[in-house]
């Protein structure tokens, strides 16, 4: 079996292998592939009949364009890179890989927040640059510190993800407020599933961990920021597309938002004319919540995992 990897670097700089696909065929890995030009993903996919893909996106025009395909990996839980439905009209089967990074996101969306509200970053920087040492008192700070115990965290979509960082939210005496997810046993022990329109009205920290669908996109825009309350914090380790980032930046020039902390945008790498760039109190990290080493070998193992399984006519973690 020939199989392509089309954006592997990100998955594997090079401190892991490839070792599991290789057993399985002939493994051709690039580490980038332009995500802009159909004809380039179809060139490099050729004649293969799997193709492993992070962010490069497979659309109608590249499966109508590789015949012998007869697999897709992804090396993530999100499968926005893929037109399934095309994809199963051609009789192709798409795997993801879900929670291979439950913990490791969770723990980025707390520090952001942790970030926000301590200021752990900017403290160091100015004790660093002197301003400690210049103080008449045995402390200072800069700008407000904030106490999450008795604060609300609301959490839109409240898979495994949203669940893992409710509990740290939880453990940090916050009540925790959950939505657009159906109620599991599990949530429940965490926090109270309510409506939308109450979470936003309720909430003093919102976080996204809601999958990008047409009727998530831009769930987090001019309207629904209008009925939260003055001053909320907005965190996002989700997809960027969740949030209208022009009026999310507009409330934060306000006011309206105290502060968010986002580690996904809705082109990445981020533009330079991004908004979100030039709003005061925005945390934004680089996509880099799910890349631990060992989340990545996670990844990498389960796609594994996956397509040995589609080879044995017993395909695992199939996208509907």
């Not at 599991?20 to 179809?42: L, Q, S």
């Not at 798409?94 to 301590?118: D, G, K, R």
Request: aromatic share 4%.
């Amino acid at each position: 079996m020939d199989i392509v990897i089309l954006d592997g670097y990100t998955v594997n700089p090079g401190d892991l292998s490839w070792e599991g696909f290789e057993n399985m065929g002939n493994v051709t890995c690039y580490d980038r592939t332009p995500k802009d030009d159909p004809a380039e993903i179809i060139r490099r996919i050729g004649g293969a009949e799997a193709a492993l893909t992070n962010k490069t996106p497979i659309g109608r025009q590249v499966l109508e364009g590789c015949p012998n395909l007869r697999y897709i990996g992804l090396f993530s839980t999100g499968t926005d890179a893929v037109d399934c439905q095309e994809a199963a009209r051609h009789g192709i089967t798409v795997c993801n890989v879900p929670s291979y990074s439950t913990m490791a996101v969770a723990q980025h969306t707390i520090a952001l927040l942790l970030e926000i509200c301590s200021k752990v970053g900017l403290h160091d920087k100015s004790v660093h640059q002197g301003r400690w040492q210049e103080c008449p008192d045995f402390c200072y700070s800069e700008g407000s510190i904030v106490e999450l115990a008795g604060l609300t965290m609301g959490i839109i979509g409240f898979g495994e993800i949203g669940r893992a960082a409710g509990r740290i939210a939880r453990a940090m005496g916050m009540k925790v407020l959950a939505s657009g997810s159906r109620k599991r046993p599990e949530g429940l022990e965490i926090g109270e599933y309510v409506d939308l329109p109450e979470l936003l009205e309720k909430s003093d920290v919102i976080s996204l961990h809601c999958p990008l669908k047409p009727e998530t996109r831009q769930i987090i825009n001019a309207d629904t920021i209008s009925r939260m309350r003055d001053g909320v914090i907005i965190l996002n380790t989700g997809r960027g597309g969740l949030i209208d980032e022009q009026a999310l930046a507009s409330a934060l020039q306000s006011g309206k938002v105290y502060a968010a902390g986002v580690d996904v945008v809705s082109a990445e790498p981020i533009l330079p004319d991004n908004p979100l760039l030039t709003a005061p109190n925005c945390v934004i990290t680089p996509h880099a919540a799910w890349t631990p080493q060992t989340c990545r070998k996670r990844v990498i193992d389960m796609a594994v995992g996956n397509l040995r399984a589609f080879l044995e006519g017993r395909p695992a973690n199939v996208v509907k």
